[in-house]
């Protein structure tokens, strides 16, 4: 076994709820080589014959890791290798096809293409890392007022857009919602005084560039919610330190546990847990260490380690502990200077919530796997020409530059990237990680849906109406039997589906078999279960992509189960 | 629907005149004829007339034409009932073997003769012939972008219309793309309900969505009837109940029937109690699994010891073309009910009777809890179709003693006699899965 460089980014070693999820590398290989599924050619008549079918978790995975400080790493990329497959030469026809069908196709050699583009993008990242943050929270929590604040300290929001807010929010008679209203810009979130739909922006600090969504607290919202945290990589939980607003939010009917296991299960692993509204309890030190205590005595065994979670005090209204620190009332937060960097069960003394968000890991980003770009948002934009269309979403894998070709799936439509856009500027290319704005010719409105995905012609991603996969099963009240419908969240969109079949019952801890073919599913187990969904979804195993093969299952407002796929069955 | 005529030899066979009345009659008959029945109707056939010079004139009359039954389908979107079969009377235009499709239509009276008239096949054509009406709800259930409009009668949920629209979602400064795609969104449902709902037969229409869509529908709903005046819709602006659900897809329907206000309007709803009794099922097999079972054979089980209170069954087990396979579910039903349980028929066409036909379709709540009663199932499959077997020949009047096994007796209208044999037969098996 070769081995592994030390890898910057994401920590390798997880516990817990991941233990399951995480399939181990021998296991990958030996599953990956003994069941070969090649990408059926019926699915794909429109497209040439010559179409890959080289399975992804076969190919060399050279994923780019953040920014090193020297700008060196411009022309070679760190390559880690993984899977035991030591960094071979890139040419690529000495890998092993599956046999049977050989591959007449001359594959241009992902890195040395992009290396033009990939020096757009450092450039474009100046040396920071990108990071896609999400906010969540029990409803009236704060989240959009902490965020609106923060983004007005950074100078994102100038001052007269901030007045403009002011003066609407006194005209509503919400005079506590001016800072909410930076991010909550509809007139219904306005006149309701709640966030319903996720926004989104953008804000840089000293070494991270943030991409910052907003999700909503409201229970019925949680669909918006789970799309937003799928594209995030690190979280802020806030919580409403006030006496009685605490215990609302943690207990079991409250969104601050189903949220923070939401994320848990969404692959978030590293969250600041923002304790907000210090002010109306004069920043008393007993209120913060009792929050934080409780706190992490439900997030450790939810499955978040200790080294990834923070606290820290704020107030989202006054904006005090957002840049700077607050000397006066949080004395005892800011201990002197030789203590600033010791951790003690998290709490980082003297560190602002901007701090704490620089010291946040970036995940490593997929970007030499096949370009995977999931459909969030569809609009027509106007200057735009004739004839395309605007598409919002995020790249989960790969990359992608102006005028180059791709597929949409289901449908299979080819269309051609006119341009892109990231934060209402024109780029060139885009990498794994990015929120973008495509502008799409060639493709059919009607085939054009939420949750379907573009994806580079040669390795198109599998579409599948009957999938097996290994969930766990949350703190549900009637057991789960064959035949229960669910709605089954991916990425940002929900489709009705059934359990059709019973597979199998695991232990929850250990992931060993417990009972073939059970009768049910009791809540707090885990399974593998046969779901049917009413309509195709774009999505890849879960040890092929691990952002394209998580889902949740939620039913009558309340999440059931978190799982990943395991096999695409039809 | 209306019986015109009842002529029954001993209530067993014999044939009933019946005549259709409404949409939901349809689904009555669907369920009342099967395959081996005869049925007689009026209907129209293509009949084709040479005449000496060779030309062949194609021409439809209508006649009554006895056909000897072989498949029945049932169009639920249009409420139609087609049945295929072979003519059976001989005719001047139609010879007797003929192929002939029969669509049963309303106000046209039908005469079915069956061989055998069981309990469940009266007590559907009672609930037919029932003259009391029960209430009629149209839902309609929605988020943001995809609406379902449907109609809930005693017996039938009819999905009348999907409505499905990508709606842009707002983004920073744009709201109004996202705000024009929501009032073409609710222009569409305004449509499907003044197309689909007929006010004058629905007591009430349900909206329900998650979060705040549904004011914002109903808001846009009243404003524009008063600007183009729409009629239908501000006269019954007081049928409208506005209800929270989770998602917009079909299967909310259930949740919305449990909601308490939608109790206090239409109470004793059918499908509410239906659905009422499955919950009441599922709460069952999280708290108390021993006493929650579902499964044909575990369910047989359970009633031989008599200990089923109530018995969940869906009409779709009753269409079985297995004609042995019937007669099993029929006695099972006559046996609980005897035995003073409760037999519920779940309609098929309901979310609750689709649910509860997921799970093979019987399911039994007990009077008192029986420990592992599935467990035996598992292990014991031959065992089971084996005491079948003995059951078989018990109705044939075929006792032939098999010295290795006691006789079971499984007429349960004897108690003691009963319940000693049920003893052994359970103690003979616990020895047997010891063995095992």
């Not at chain 1, 978790?57 to 920014?67: A, G, H, N």
């Not at chain 1, 992490?296 to 065994?301: D, H, R, V």
Request: hydrophobic share 35%; proline share 4%.
């Amino acid at each position: 076994e070769d081995v592994l460089p030390p890898t910057r980014g994401r920590l390798t070693s997880r516990d817990e709820l991941d233990t399951q999820f995480d399939m181990d590398t021998e296991d990958d290989k030996a599953r990956s080589k003994a069941a070969a599924i090649p990408i059926r050619q019926s699915d794909l008549d429109t497209l040439p014959s010559r179409v890959a079918t080289l399975k992804i978790s076969e190919r060399i995975d050279r994923s780019i890791s953040p920014q090193k400080k020297s700008k060196s790493t411009i022309d070679s990329p760190s390559v880690t290798p993984r899977q035991g497959v030591s960094p071979a030469p890139v040419s690529r026809r000495s890998e092993n096809t599956p046999s049977g069908v050989t591959s007449t196709l001359k594959r241009r050699p992902i890195a040395a293409d992009r290396t033009n583009t990939l020096r757009d993008y450092n450039e474009r990242l100046e040396g920071r890392d990108l990071l896609n943050l999400v906010v969540v929270g029990h409803v009236d929590a704060g989240k959009s007022t902490l965020m609106g604040h923060l983004l007005v300290k950074l100078k994102v929001v100038d001052d007269r857009a901030m007045h403009r807010n002011r003066t609407e929010a006194a005209r509503l008679g919400k005079d506590s919602f001016s800072f909410a209203f930076v991010l909550d810009e509809s007139e219904e979130e306005r006149s309701r005084g709640v966030t319903m739909d996720i926004a989104q922006a953008q804000f840089k600090t000293k070494t991270k560039i943030v991409n910052l969504v907003d999700a909503p607290g409201h229970k019925d919202f949680i669909p918006n919610m789970i799309n937003g945290a799928a594209q995030a990589d690190v979280g802020i939980l806030v919580v409403d330190s006030r006496r009685g607003e605490f215990e609302t939010g943690f207990e079991y009917g409250g969104q601050t546990r189903e949220h923070a296991l939401l994320l848990r299960s969404l692959g978030v692993s590293q969250l600041i847990c923002a304790v907000n509204k210090m002010d109306t309890i004069e920043w008393s030190q007993d209120r913060f260490e009792e929050i934080v205590k409780k706190l992490s005595a439900f997030l450790k065994p939810s499955g978040y380690k200790d080294a990834d979670v923070t606290y820290v005090p704020v107030s989202g209204w006054t904006g005090e502990n957002l840049i700077t620190p607050n000397n006066p009332p949080l004395s005892w937060y800011n201990k002197d200077e030789s203590t600033s960097n010791t951790t003690v069960n998290g709490v980082i003394h003297g560190a602002t919530l901007v701090d704490l968000i620089d010291r946040l890991k970036p995940p490593e980003r997929p970007i030499s796997k096949p370009f995977r770009f999931c459909i969030s948002d569809i609009y027509r934009a106007t200057g735009v020409g004739a004839g395309t269309v605007s598409i919002a979403g995020r790249i989960e894998c790969g990359g992608v530059e102006v005028n180059e070709r791709a597929i949409l799936r289901p449908s299979n439509d080819q269309v051609t990237i006119k341009s892109i856009q990231i934060e209402n500027t024109n780029v060139t290319s885009a990498f794994a990680g990015d929120n973008v704005t495509l502008n799409i010719q060639g493709v059919d409105p009607t085939h054009l849906f939420i949750g379907n995905v573009v994806c580079d012609p040669e390795y198109p991603i599998p579409c599948a109406t009957v999938i097996q996969a290994r969930i766990i099963i949350f703190n549900i009240s009637v057991p789960i039997i064959p035949g229960t419908p669910a709605v089954f969240h991916f990425k940002s969109m929900q489709e009705q589906a059934k359990i059709m079949t019973l597979v199998e019952e695991l232990d929850r801890l250990t992931g060993e078999l417990k009972r073939r073919n059970p009768r049910l599913l009791p809540k707090n187990s885990s399974g593998v279960i046969e779901l049917v969904l009413h309509r195709q979804i774009c999505c890849e195993l879960y040890s092929d992509v691990k952002e394209l093969g998580r889902f949740m299952l939620r039913q009558s407002g309340l999440t059931m189960a978190a799982g990943i796929i395991t096999r695409i069955i039809t | 629907m209306r019986l015109i005529k009842k002529n029954l030899d001993r209530g067993l066979s014999g044939e009933l005149r019946l005549e259709p009345e409404e949409q939901e009659d349809m689904w009555h008959a669907y369920n009342l004829i099967a395959v081996g029945d005869s049925l007689r109707a009026s209907t129209v056939r293509k009949v084709v007339q040479t005449t000496d010079t060779g030309t062949s004139t194609t021409t439809r009359k209508r006649m009554t034409l006895t056909i000897d039954v072989k498949t029945v389908s049932y169009d639920s979107a249009a409420c139609a009932l087609r049945i295929k079969g072979c003519t059976i009377e001989e005719n001047e235009y139609v010879k007797k073997g003929s192929y002939h499709t029969l669509d049963l239509e309303l106000h046209n009276a039908f005469t079915l003769h069956k061989h055998e008239w069981d309990s469940i096949a009266m007590d559907r054509v009672e609930m037919a012939c029932n003259p009391a009406h029960q209430a009629d709800v149209a839902a309609v259930v929605m988020h943001e972008g995809l609406a379902n409009v449907c109609l809930i009668t005693e017996h039938l949920t009819i999905h009348r219309q999907k409505i499905e629209h990508t709606i842009p979602r707002k983004r920073k400064g744009l709201c109004a793309q996202h705000d024009r795609g929501m009032e073409k969104f609710f222009d569409t449902i305004i449509a499907a309900i003044i197309k689909h709902i007929d006010f004058s037969l629905i007591k009430a229409v349900i909206i329900a969505s998650p979060g705040f869509i549904k004011d914002q529908f109903f808001q846009y709903m009243l404003n524009k009837a008063t600007r183009d005046d729409e009629r239908r819709l501000l006269e019954n602006r007081n049928k409208f109940l506005l209800l929270h659900s989770s998602n917009g897809f079909k299967h909310a329907l259930t949740e919305i029937l449990q909601d308490p206000l939608v109790l206090n309007r239409l109470s004793d709803t059918k499908a509410a109690e239906e659905m009422k009794l499955l919950d009441q099922f599922m709460r069952l097999l999280n708290d108390e699994p021993e006493k929650a079972y579902y499964g044909l054979e575990v369910v047989e089980k359970a009633n031989q010891s008599q200990a089923i209170e109530y018995l969940l069954i869906t009409d779709e087990l009753f269409r079985n073309i297995d004609f042995t396979k019937r007669r099993r579910f029929v006695q099972l039903v006559d046996s609980v009910k005897e035995s003073g349980g409760t037999v519920r028929l779940f309609s098929s066409m309901h979310a609750s009777g689709e649910r509860l036909s997921q799970l093979t379709g019987i399911a039994a709540i007990l009077r008192f809890p029986m420990p592992d009663l599935d467990l035996f199932d598992e292990h014991h499959h031959h065992h089971a179709e084996v005491t079948n077997e003995e059951q078989d020949e018990l109705e044939n009047d075929n006792l032939s003693h098999n010295p290795n096994r006691p006789v079971h007796h499984f007429d349960n209208t004897d108690d003691d006699q009963s319940m000693d044999n049920n003893r052994t037969f359970k103690e003979n098996s616990r020895a047997e899965a010891s063995a095992w």
